[in-house]
């Protein structure tokens, strides 16, 4: 039984990596970090990357939403940000005729649909694209990307066949060999996660969101999408006093995620929807932030004699693959 995860692209409002001078700066100090390990000669190199964490060393990753999610059926794909172009072009030399390809909207912010255009299969004429959304302009808000000034191939010639799928809020569907439920998040414009169940098996996509509503009562009917969840994809692009400053801009951070799993019995999460303005040593800061947060409300259950449930987390990054049966790649 599949139910892989692939993170195809991590970065939220737009596409962004470091510039030329802070990727200096970075990679001058992991050459600094080489040789304070003791390695000295070029035969260490090897020795010395394999006992680096890959984002300390190559970073998070530069493209927006998007999300695989795998079966022995097929993938459906959450999000048509940047990084659905790497997906396309991954697939392409595996394409049969007739093939169904499935991609879920949580809304139509740029940096959820940029990547659409780009998507290869889009322009094969044996290809049936299938698009959902619990808003009803999807139609529209896909007519408008392949329309001048935005993009030089109008809807028109699109050879591809493409059927839109209106979800209903809350109410599960079958795709491929997936449950799909659409559940409110907490975004200025309407935006809608995802819980994905398959064999018991459980996955909550939660980006967009402030994370505004946090108590079960607030939530109401849109709890089921983070109760006794396998793994959360939590937003968490900014920082607490971030959170502060930009409040009503609809992303959170991890503290808030990490109380939802905490109170709600969630196994593993995934941080994303990282700012664009944040570098490699920014993010690293942010998980460090991270485990002393999660760390004190440990120390803090055990001393007062509560009961805690331990969450194991990580902060996403552009190729992270996760196996849901197994639930590797954590710490």
């Known amino acids: 039984m599949k139910f892989m995860l692939k993170f195809w692209g991590v970065r939220g409002s737009i596409p962004a990596c470091q510039s030329p001078d802070e990727w200096a700066l970075h990679i001058s100090q992991i050459l600094k970090q080489f040789f304070k390990s003791g390695y000295s000669r070029a035969e260490d190199v090897s020795l010395f990357l394999n006992e680096i964490n890959p984002q300390r060393l190559s970073g998070y990753g530069s493209d927006t939403s998007c999300v695989e999610v795998k079966s022995d059926q097929g993938s459906l794909i959450i999000d048509a940000g940047s990084g659905i172009r790497r997906y396309g072009q991954s697939i392409m030399s595996g394409l049969k005729p007739n093939q169904e390809h499935h991609i879920l909207f949580t809304h139509f912010h740029w940096d959820h649909i940029l990547g659409l255009p780009f998507y290869a299969p889009i322009f094969r004429r044996d290809q049936t694209i299938h698009l959902y959304a619990v808003q009803e302009d999807l139609e529209n808000a896909v007519r408008i990307k392949f329309s001048r000034p935005y993009f030089p191939v109008p809807y028109e010639m699109l050879p591809s066949k493409i059927v839109y799928h209106i979800l209903e ?163």
């Open 169 to 331: 809020p809350r109410k599960k569907i079958n795709i491929l060999d997936f449950q799909v439920t659409p559940y409110q998040l907490d975004h200025p414009d309407p935006c809608w996660g995802y819980r994905i169940e398959k064999n018991k098996l459980s996955y909550s996509h939660c980006v967009d969101t402030e994370g505004t509503r946090v108590s079960r009562q607030d939530l109401g009917e849109d709890l089921p999408l983070y109760q006794n969840s396998d793994l959360m994809y939590f937003d968490a692009q900014y920082t607490l006093p971030e959170l502060v400053e930009k409040s009503n801009w609809g992303h959170s951070a991890a503290q808030i995620g990490l109380d939802i799993a905490i109170r709600e019995n969630i196994r593993y999460v995934v941080f994303g929807h990282h700012d664009p303005g944040a570098s490699t040593q920014n993010l690293i800061e942010q998980a460090k932030q991270t485990r002393e947060y999660h760390d004190w409300r440990v120390k803090a259950a055990e001393s007062n004699r509560l009961e805690t449930h331990n969450v194991k987390w990580r902060y996403g990054y552009d190729g992270m693959e996760v196996d849901l049966a197994k639930l590797k790649n954590f710490d």
